[in-house]
Structures are given as C-alpha cells and as structure tokens.
C-alpha cells in the first residue's frame, strides 16, 4: 500500500451512560445537573470510529492519527487518562462546552478550524473518521458540517468497515434499512467516515502507549483553544426525562403453559 | 408566510416510501396550521411515479431531480439535487424524512444553503405563528422542544412519528431541476447491498412485534449447564412463526463479538439501547434481560410491552413493561412456539 492516510477522529465526551441523567435550566440554556461532578467517557460510536482509524494507520506504512476533541479541558483531561491506554494518537484539544445541547453548527465550524490548524497534516489525505452519532445530541450532522466546510463530498454514514485496495481507492460498508450494508467504492481520500461499530473490539489498556501518548497529550491540553459557542437563534423549551412510569403487573406462580396461552393472545390481539 | 418544501428521495422503482409519506403528512398539517405555501420536490431516478401518487397534496409546485446519476444514495449527487431543490423553492422550512439517505446528506446540505438542521425530530407543532419542534437527547433520555430563528430551517422526521399522508393520486408534471453532474461528484460508486439471507433476516422494521433477546439466553441454567444451541432453536422458531423483528441487549452482542458461547445470529444491527436502535413496534416482549436506564432506552418508542424474567426486580421490567411475568424463558418460549401456527 502507497497511499497513506492522515486520519482526524473527531470524539466528543459524553456522560457515562451509566449515570442518571436530570437536566436543568443553566446560564445559558439547558444542561445537566452536576454536569461537571458526572464521570465521563469518550463517545460510544467515536471510540469505535478511534479503534479503526487506529487500525488503519497501523497496516498502512506512513498514515498518522489525530484524535480532534471538544469539551472542557478539565473534562477532556479526565477521559484522556483512559482513552491514551488504548492505541497510540495526537490530540487536538478545544476547550468547549461538550454538552448535548450545544448547537452542532457552531461546534463543527470550531472542529474544522482545529482541523485546518494541525501541523503536518495534509487535507487531501485526510480520512475525517467520527461516530455517526454521538451520544449528547444524537444528531449526526457534526461530522457532515465539517465535511463540507472543509470541502469533502464523499461521506459516508453508519459504516461499518472500510477496505483499502491496492489501487488507493477503498471499499466501504454502510448500514441502510432493513439491517442491510450497502457497499460503495471511494477513489479515495478526502473522505468522511461517521463510524457505527465497526469490527473491532476495545483495545486493551497499555501502559506504554498510555505514557507515550500522555508525552504530548498534556501539552496538547494546554495548548487547547478556547470555542465559544453561543445559542445563536436557537432556543429550549421544555427539556425534561421522560415521565412516562408504568404499573406493571407481576405475574408468579403462573404455570408455563398459562403464561404461553396469555403470551400467544396478546401477540394475536390487533 | 412560509415556504413548507416537502423533500423525500423515490426508491427503486419510483415511488416514495412509508416514511417519506410520513414526512408530507407532517408537512401538510404544517402547512395548514402556518396558513404557508407548500412546495413538493423529489429526487431519484425517476420521479413521475411518485409525483402522480401525491398529486394531491395540496402542493402549488412540484419540482424534482431526475436521472441515473440520481439512482443512488451517493453523498455528492444526492446534495447537489437536494440543495438545486431546496433553492428552486426557496423554502423556509424543508420536511424531510430520516432514512439513512437523506440522514447522509442533509445536514451537508443545510451548511451549503446558510440555513439550519434538527434531526431525529418526533413532532412539530406550530402556534401563534412560530414553529416548535420536539427530539430526544442523550440518546433517548431526555426529550426537548427547541425552535430556531434561522431559515431554511431543515427537519428529519424520524420513522414512525407521523401518521403516513393519504390521499387519492392523480397526474402532475413536475418541473425537472437541472443538476449538473461533474467527475468529481462521481468518485464513489455504489456497487450494491449486502442483504442477509431471507431465513437470517431477523430485523424487520415494520413488524407488530420487537422480540428483545438479553444475555440470560447463554447464562447457566438451573440444571448447572448452559443452553446456548437451544436457545437458538427457541428464538429463531418464535421468529419465524411470530414475524417478530430481533433485538438485542448490548451484553449478548458483545458476547458473540468476542467469540463466547453466544447466538451465531446476533450482531450489532440486533442491538437496541444507549449504543444500539430504538425502533419502533406496536408491541415488544423482552427476555432474559437485566439492566437499567441504559438498556431501557432501547424500547422507549415500544407500544405495548411485556417481559419475561427470573427476577421479580428486574430493572428492565418493573415500571417500564406492563405485564412481568416471573419464569423461565426457555420453558415459557417452548409453551409459545407450541401454541403458534406456522405462518
């Protein structure tokens, strides 16, 4: 293979999904209570997006990675700790708000001028790989923004594996309705990858990649630029956890053959 | 007044999709409550099929993109014709359905024409003038309703939020929109889909029914020993007689990923929760499944529910299934594959 890659992971830093999540009214919108106090983690669907792009540049002589991040830089420091154990990567740090409820225009015109910004990196090798939702707002639309600010019209959503061939095109696999892939044929880089889960499990944790990667992580931290990003026309009203609680009836000691009977009634019920 | 562009890609053979119908019928009912102009345009290979279908929809233009270079869901074609369309109308608030297509391209194509984008929206409500729409966060865990001063104004309905347009079809030309279709706009080629085999296809949108399989399928049963190729047997007989659409817990997923004993059908597509889908059935029966919020997440737009567990404090369960019924999976799915008749 000739053609190296320059991939840019852009990962935010969601809540830890095991968390209770209860929004309330903040100074500049909605946010969460305890926002700051609540453990965080890198996003679900970035991190798999984070494993294969590191997977990449490991078979492919000569590729780089970035890992392009906004959020608080106390925040972002605390899930660095993790997240430099599992493969080797350059941070990118901007220090902004990484909440779910921060408008998604303004957030990939920050990452793309981030993105710009890397030293080194050269834009028509660029493999922009990111979850193809986060788990904050959910919207998948970051990922194209900066596509397109950046000027990249080959993107893709919902992949799940990416094939290099010999020739620099790759081949690339994207979930569609009706749990089917469709399979499409890119030239090659610039591209856009929003990442399902791809095909690779957790990285274990290394230590050594962990110290190598803190090396340049903490002066990426400190070197982080400041995002301000305002509601700009956009505004909240009714943010609230879904109330909806359901009487549920337990049913024991009901014999197996009872419970089937009501089971089969009710599936047939229109 | 405001422009309501209702915009849908055709499928294959030139119609449009439930989801696009969807879409127009929230469009439509928009357009009433904003007293505005609507505007239908579509995009595909070809459009006349679906322009006739929804010739009277109280559209006072039709416009569309036409061609082979339109046949598939390729970023670059696909965005130039939604973005020619959504300038040809000049709309201020465009109605668009979220298929993974449209979901592609559409946020792309809100930054080309200086407007704005929600997606995942499950209603939008119109009153004293101002639109309001409303979508979920966190994945599923906190729902809002937001509203936004800046047009265009792009919105994707989610599947199954709206009541599908209905109406008889009639005839109407639409004006094709010329899109000029450069080398570059066709690096990427679409060879086609991986559609897993009929008898494995185990995710089916449009069922009645969500079957949610948990882990306690391949845990130990009570004689000490695991049942994994039982377990199988019983869950793919249920499917195949109930028409049921599979899901999973992410646990049971992540065991077959990692090569343990675990259901040789499940996959990540089957996983539905904080990292997985959220579908939407009429009715959905859990099994063997434990967990909190996160997994719970994973039947939020389930209809009816009921669940079958061991444990009489399942969190999957209580507050959240209407009917809990405390036994054995293995034995209860036997009974019910018993009673069901072949279809």
Redesign the interface.
Same mark, same amino acid.
């Given at each position: 293979m000739t053609n190296p890659y320059h991939v840019v992971v852009c990962a935010s830093v969601?809540?830890d999904?095991?968390q $209770?999540?209860e929004?309330i009214t903040g100074p500049s919108g909605?946010a969460l209570k305890n926002e700051m106090m609540l453990p965080a983690i890198l996003d679900?669907?970035a991190s798999h997006a984070l494993y294969e792009g590191a997977n990449l540049v490991k078979h492919i002589a000569g590729s780089k990675l970035w890992l392009v991040s906004m959020a608080p830089k106390a925040k972002l420091q605390q899930v660095m700790m993790t997240v430099a154990q599992k493969v080797p990567l350059q941070l990118v740090a901007v220090d902004g708000p990484s909440s779910?409820?921060a408008d998604?225009?303004q957030t /990939?015109t920050a990452l793309a001028a981030a993105i710009r910004g890397i030293v080194g990196i050269d834009l028509s090798r660029l493999l922009l790989f990111g979850g193809w939702e986060s788990?904050?707002?959910?919207? !998948?639309? $970051?990922l194209?923004?900066i596509?397109?600010?950046l000027g990249i019209?080959?993107?893709?959503?919902?992949v @799940?594996a990416i094939t290099p061939q010999e020739d620099g095109s790759f081949?690339v696999?994207?979930?569609?309705? &009706?749990?089917?892939?469709?399979?499409?044929?890119?030239? &090659?880089p610039p591209a856009v990858l929003g990442w /399902?889960?791809g095909n690779l &499990?957790e990285p274990r944790n290394d230590p050594q990649v962990g110290m190598a990667n803190m090396r340049t992580i903490m002066p990426a931290l400190q070197r982080a630029t400041v995002a301000a990003i305002s509601a700009? !026309?956009?505004?909240?009203?009714?943010?609230? $956890?879904?109330k909806q609680?359901?009487? $549920?009836?337990?049913?024991? @000691?009901?014999p197996?053959?009872d419970? /089937?009977?009501e089971?089969?009634q009710?599936?047939k019920q229109e | 007044m405001d422009t309501i562009l209702f915009l849908a890609h055709t499928e294959e053979d030139g119609t449009l999709g439930k989801p696009a119908l969807e879409a127009l019928g929230a469009a439509v009912e928009l357009n009433q409550a904003l007293k505005g102009t609507l505007v239908a345009a579509l995009y595909g290979a070809t459009a006349q099929p679906a322009a006739d279908a929804i010739a009277n929809c109280g559209a006072s233009r039709f416009l569309a993109v036409a061609g082979e270079d339109f046949a598939s869901a390729r970023y670059a074609t696909d965005a130039a014709a939604c973005e020619a369309l959504l300038r040809a109308a000049q709309a201020t608030i465009v109605i668009t359905a979220a298929t993974s297509r449209s979901s592609r391209v559409m946020a792309g194509v809100t930054r080309r024409v200086g407007g704005c984008v929600d997606t995942h929206v499950t209603a939008i409500a119109a009153g004293s003038g101002s639109v309001t729409v409303t979508r979920w966060f966190y994945r599923q865990r906190i729902e809002a309703s937001l509203t936004r001063t800046q047009r265009p104004w792009v919105l994707l309905l989610d599947p199954g939020a709206h009541s599908p347009w209905q109406g008889a079809s009639g005839s109407v030309t639409p004006e094709l929109i010329a899109v000029p279709v450069t080398e570059s706009m066709r690096r990427t080629t679409v060879r086609g889909m991986i559609t897993p085999p009929a008898d494995q296809q185990t995710i089916r949108p449009d069922a009645k029914l969500l079957f949610v399989a948990g882990a306690g399928w391949t845990k130990k049963q009570k004689d000490g020993q695991t049942h994994v190729p039982e377990a199988e047997t019983l869950i793919v007989d249920f499917l195949h007689k109930s028409k049921a659409s599979l899901g999973s817990s992410k646990s049971l997923v992540e065991l077959t990923g990692e090569n343990q004993s675990a259901l040789r059908f499940m996959s990540h597509l089957n996983q539905v929760g904080q990292t997985g889908a959220t579908p939407r059935h009429p009715k959905g029966l859990s099994t063997c499944c434990h967990g909190e919020e996160p997994h719970t997440v994973g039947w939020r737009f389930i209809g009816e529910r009921r669940a079958i567990n061991l444990d009489p404090n399942c969190g999957w369960a209580r507050g959240k299934a209407d009917v809990l019924y405390v036994a054995d999976a293995f034995e209860v799915m036997g009974k019910v594959n018993a009673l069901l008749l072949p279809s």
């Amino acid at each position: 293979m000739t053609n190296p890659y320059h991939v840019v992971v852009c990962a935010s830093v969601v809540p830890d999904p095991l968390q $209770t999540l209860e929004p309330i009214t903040g100074p500049s919108g909605p946010a969460l209570k305890n926002e700051m106090m609540l453990p965080a983690i890198l996003d679900p669907w970035a991190s798999h997006a984070l494993y294969e792009g590191a997977n990449l540049v490991k078979h492919i002589a000569g590729s780089k990675l970035w890992l392009v991040s906004m959020a608080p830089k106390a925040k972002l420091q605390q899930v660095m700790m993790t997240v430099a154990q599992k493969v080797p990567l350059q941070l990118v740090a901007v220090d902004g708000p990484s909440s779910g409820f921060a408008d998604a225009h303004q957030t /990939a015109t920050a990452l793309a001028a981030a993105i710009r910004g890397i030293v080194g990196i050269d834009l028509s090798r660029l493999l922009l790989f990111g979850g193809w939702e986060s788990a904050s707002r959910s919207a !998948g639309v $970051t990922l194209q923004l900066i596509g397109e600010e950046l000027g990249i019209v080959d993107q893709f959503q919902g992949v @799940d594996a990416i094939t290099p061939q010999e020739d620099g095109s790759f081949e690339v696999l994207e979930r569609v309705e &009706g749990a089917r892939h469709q399979v499409s044929l890119c030239a &090659g880089p610039p591209a856009v990858l929003g990442w /399902a889960t791809g095909n690779l &499990g957790e990285p274990r944790n290394d230590p050594q990649v962990g110290m190598a990667n803190m090396r340049t992580i903490m002066p990426a931290l400190q070197r982080a630029t400041v995002a301000a990003i305002s509601a700009d !026309g956009l505004q909240y009203s009714n943010v609230a $956890t879904p109330k909806q609680q359901r009487q $549920t009836r337990i049913v024991k @000691d009901l014999p197996a053959e009872d419970i /089937a009977r009501e089971i089969v009634q009710w599936i047939k019920q229109e | 007044m405001d422009t309501i562009l209702f915009l849908a890609h055709t499928e294959e053979d030139g119609t449009l999709g439930k989801p696009a119908l969807e879409a127009l019928g929230a469009a439509v009912e928009l357009n009433q409550a904003l007293k505005g102009t609507l505007v239908a345009a579509l995009y595909g290979a070809t459009a006349q099929p679906a322009a006739d279908a929804i010739a009277n929809c109280g559209a006072s233009r039709f416009l569309a993109v036409a061609g082979e270079d339109f046949a598939s869901a390729r970023y670059a074609t696909d965005a130039a014709a939604c973005e020619a369309l959504l300038r040809a109308a000049q709309a201020t608030i465009v109605i668009t359905a979220a298929t993974s297509r449209s979901s592609r391209v559409m946020a792309g194509v809100t930054r080309r024409v200086g407007g704005c984008v929600d997606t995942h929206v499950t209603a939008i409500a119109a009153g004293s003038g101002s639109v309001t729409v409303t979508r979920w966060f966190y994945r599923q865990r906190i729902e809002a309703s937001l509203t936004r001063t800046q047009r265009p104004w792009v919105l994707l309905l989610d599947p199954g939020a709206h009541s599908p347009w209905q109406g008889a079809s009639g005839s109407v030309t639409p004006e094709l929109i010329a899109v000029p279709v450069t080398e570059s706009m066709r690096r990427t080629t679409v060879r086609g889909m991986i559609t897993p085999p009929a008898d494995q296809q185990t995710i089916r949108p449009d069922a009645k029914l969500l079957f949610v399989a948990g882990a306690g399928w391949t845990k130990k049963q009570k004689d000490g020993q695991t049942h994994v190729p039982e377990a199988e047997t019983l869950i793919v007989d249920f499917l195949h007689k109930s028409k049921a659409s599979l899901g999973s817990s992410k646990s049971l997923v992540e065991l077959t990923g990692e090569n343990q004993s675990a259901l040789r059908f499940m996959s990540h597509l089957n996983q539905v929760g904080q990292t997985g889908a959220t579908p939407r059935h009429p009715k959905g029966l859990s099994t063997c499944c434990h967990g909190e919020e996160p997994h719970t997440v994973g039947w939020r737009f389930i209809g009816e529910r009921r669940a079958i567990n061991l444990d009489p404090n399942c969190g999957w369960a209580r507050g959240k299934a209407d009917v809990l019924y405390v036994a054995d999976a293995f034995e209860v799915m036997g009974k019910v594959n018993a009673l069901l008749l072949p279809s």
